[in-house]
């Protein structure tokens, strides 16, 4: 069933309700999305790409920005939201890979 915009709610009940399976959705795509991200070290490794790749991370900003803006979602949140990620990714795959290698 459709999910009635948010103009259309009359409840705070409602409001909730709408909110946390718009949540529980969330969070199945970002554990979905650290699934990858755990499998990413290996493949890095094997290509010589380091854990922190400046250029790709500044791709990933500015495509997550594009996309907020045109959903109309806040640029600046999306992309706090993604650097809070990929912070706390590149820091895992740094303690398994370390530094070394390439900005892929």
Known sequence: MPRKSAKDIETMAEMRACIDDIDDKLITLLAEREALTNEVPALKMKEGIAAAAPARVAAVLAHV?????????????????WKLMIDAVIAR????????????
């Not at 045109?70 to 949140?77: K, N, Q, T, V, W």
């Not at 370390?98 to 892929?104: R, S, T």
Request: aromatic fraction near 4%; glycine fraction near 10%; avoid cysteine.
């Open 65 to 81: 920005r594009d996309k907020a803006a045109a959903r109309g979602f806040d640029p600046e949140l999306a992309q706090s939201m």
């Open 93 to 104: 795959e740094e303690k398994i890979m370390g530094k070394e290698g390439k900005d892929a």
